[in-house]
C-alpha cells in the first residue's frame, strides 16, 4: 500500500472512532500528515488534559501516553507501539527518590516530564524542558533533588545559583543528546550559523549554543534568520522544515531516538482499528502523579 493510503486508512479510522492523534516533535513526518496536535511533551500535556475526544493516540514515548491518561482519566489513551519507552526515564525509580529525600530532609523534589508514573507520584513537581527553571524557582524550598537527567539538572543550577540542585541519579542523561561534538559546532559558529541546543546536551554544548530551548520554543526560536544549527533529536529537522520550508536546518542526522521512531503508519492503523495499546496507571500512583503533574501547571 502506498503512503498516501495509509494516510487515508488513519484519517478514516480516527474519524470513525473520535480519536485524537498527539505526535511529539520527534516523530516521523507521515506523522505529522495525521496528527491533530503536534508539539513538546508540554503542549501534548496540556492538549490531553483539554482534549473532549474518548479516545487519545499518543505518537510518542510511554510517559507522555501516561501523563495524557493521569491528567484526562476518564479518555482511553493508546500507543500504537506500548513498547516505545524513554531510556533517560529508566535512570530513576521511586526507591531512589525517597532515599535521597532521607538524605536531604529539607529538599523538594522536582522530577523532569521523562519519568514514570511512580516516580513523579513521590515528587513535589513534574518540569519539562521548557518549564524546569521556572517550577524549581516556584518552589519555597533552597534544595532542590532534581532527577533523572543531570544535564537538565546543571542547566537550571546555571541560570538559578540560589538554589542547590541535587541531581538525581549523577549518571542520568538521554544517549541521543550525547551524540554532538563540541568540534563540529565550533565549525558551525566559524561559519556564523546559530545554534539552539536542547537542555538534555551536556554542557560543553550549551555553552556554545545561541539558544537553549524545549523542542516547542525552537519551533518559534526558528521562524527568524535563514539557517540554523539543531542540537536534539534528528526528527525535529523535519519538523522545522515543514514550519519554515524557506529557512535551512542542520542537525547530526544520527541522532536518533530509536523509541521515538517505533510509531508507523501500519502500528498507528491496527491501534485505531482494535483499540489496542491501551496505556493505564496503576491505581496507587494516579493520586500523587496527578498532584505533582497539576501542581507543574500551576507555574505561569
Ligand atoms: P521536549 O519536551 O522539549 O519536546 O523534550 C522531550 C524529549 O524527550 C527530549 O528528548
Ligand atoms: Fe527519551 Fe532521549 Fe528519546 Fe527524548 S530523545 S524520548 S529523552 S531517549
Same mark, same amino acid.
Not at 498516501?4 to 485524537?20: M, T
Not at 526515564?89 to 529539607?106: H, R, S, V
Not at 516530564?113 to 524549581?136: E, F, M, P, Q
Given at each position: 500500500?502506498?503512503? @498516501?493510503?495509509?494516510?487515508?486508512?488513519?484519517?478514516?479510522?480516527?474519524?470513525?472512532?473520535?480519536?485524537?492523534?498527539?505526535?511529539?516533535?520527534?516523530?516521523?513526518?507521515?506523522?505529522?500528515?495525521?496528527?491533530?496536535? +503536534?508539539?513538546?511533551?508540554?503542549?501534548?500535556?496540556?492538549?490531553?488534559?483539554?482534549?473532549? $475526544?474518548?479516545?487519545?493516540?499518543?505518537?510518542?514515548?510511554?510517559?507522555?501516553?501516561?501523563?495524557?491518561? +493521569?491528567?484526562?482519566?476518564?479518555?482511553?489513551?493508546?500507543?500504537?507501539?506500548?513498547? =516505545?519507552?524513554?531510556?533517560? =526515564?529508566?535512570?530513576?525509580?521511586? =526507591?531512589? +527518590?525517597?532515599?535521597?529525600?532521607?538524605?536531604?530532609?529539607?529538599?523538594?523534589?522536582?522530577?523532569?516530564?521523562?519519568?514514570?508514573?511512580?516516580?513523579?507520584?513521590?515528587?513535589?513537581?513534574?518540569?519539562?524542558?521548557?518549564?524546569?527553571?521556572?517550577?524549581?524557582?516556584?518552589?519555597? %524550598?533552597?534544595?532542590?533533588?532534581?532527577?533523572?537527567?543531570?544535564?537538565? =539538572?546543571?542547566?537550571?543550577?546555571?541560570?538559578?545559583? $540560589?538554589?542547590?540542585?541535587?541531581?538525581?541519579?549523577?549518571?542520568?542523561?538521554?544517549?541521543?543528546?550525547? @551524540?554532538?561534538?563540541?568540534?563540529?559546532?565550533?565549525?558551525?559558529?566559524?561559519?556564523?550559523?546559530?545554534?539552539?541546543?536542547?537542555? $538534555?546536551?551536556?554542557?560543553?554544548?550549551?555553552?556554545?549554543?545561541?539558544?537553549?530551548?524545549?523542542?516547542?520554543?525552537?519551533?518559534?526560536?526558528?521562524?527568524?534568520?535563514?539557517?540554523?544549527?539543531?542540537?536534539?533529536?534528528?526528527?525535529?529537522?523535519?519538523?522545522?522544515?515543514?514550519?519554515?520550508?524557506? %529557512?535551512?536546518?542542520?542537525?547530526?542526522?544520527?541522532?536518533?531516538?530509536?523509541?521515538?521512531?517505533?510509531?508507523?503508519? %501500519?502500528?498507528?492503523?491496527?491501534?485505531?482499528?482494535?483499540?489496542?495499546?491501551?496505556?493505564?496507571?496503576?491505581?496507587?500512583?494516579?493520586?500523587?502523579?496527578? @498532584?505533582?503533574?497539576?501542581?507543574?501547571?500551576?507555574?505561569?
Amino acid at each position: 500500500m502506498t503512503k @498516501r493510503n495509509l494516510i487515508a486508512d488513519v484519517l478514516r479510522l480516527k474519524s470513525e472512532k473520535k480519536a485524537l492523534i498527539l505526535a511529539h516533535n520527534y516523530q516521523l513526518p507521515e506523522i505529522f500528515a495525521v496528527a491533530d496536535v +503536534i508539539g513538546d511533551s508540554l503542549e501534548l500535556a496540556l492538549a490531553a488534559r483539554n482534549a473532549t $475526544e474518548p479516545i487519545l493516540v499518543l505518537c510518542g514515548v510511554r510517559f507522555m501516553a501516561e501523563t495524557a491518561r +493521569i491528567l484526562n482519566p476518564d479518555k482511553m489513551v493508546l500507543m500504537p507501539d506500548p513498547d =516505545a519507552g524513554c531510556p533517560l =526515564a529508566d535512570f530513576l525509580t521511586p =526507591a531512589m +527518590i525517597q532515599k535521597a529525600k532521607e538524605q536531604y530532609p529539607e529538599a523538594a523534589v522536582v522530577v523532569y516530564i521523562n519519568s514514570t508514573a511512580a516516580c513523579k507520584a513521590v515528587s513535589d513537581s513534574v518540569c519539562t524542558s521548557g518549564n524546569a527553571v521556572r517550577v524549581v524557582r516556584s518552589l519555597p %524550598q533552597t534544595q532542590i533533588i532534581f532527577g533523572p537527567d543531570t544535564n537538565l =539538572a546543571s542547566y537550571v543550577q546555571s541560570v538559578l545559583p $540560589e538554589k542547590e540542585i541535587i541531581p538525581l541519579p549523577e549518571e542520568g542523561h538521554c544517549y541521543v543528546h550525547m @551524540r554532538f561534538d563540541p568540534e563540529d559546532l565550533q565549525e558551525v559558529k566559524g561559519a556564523g550559523i546559530p545554534i539552539i541546543a536542547h537542555p $538534555e546536551c551536556p554542557e560543553k554544548i550549551r555553552n556554545l549554543a545561541d539558544y537553549i530551548s524545549s523542542t516547542g520554543k525552537m519551533a518559534e526560536i526558528a521562524q527568524t534568520g535563514q539557517a540554523w544549527y539543531i542540537c536534539t533529536e534528528a526528527g525535529m529537522l523535519d519538523r522545522l522544515c515543514e514550519l519554515c520550508p524557506e %529557512q535551512s536546518f542542520i542537525g547530526k542526522e544520527d541522532a536518533i531516538c530509536a523509541d521515538m521512531k517505533k510509531t508507523t503508519l %501500519q502500528n498507528l492503523i491496527a491501534c485505531l482499528r482494535d483499540l489496542s495499546g491501551e496505556i493505564t496507571v496503576p491505581p496507587d500512583v494516579m493520586e500523587g502523579a496527578r @498532584r505533582s503533574l497539576e501542581y507543574m501547571l500551576t507555574v505561569p
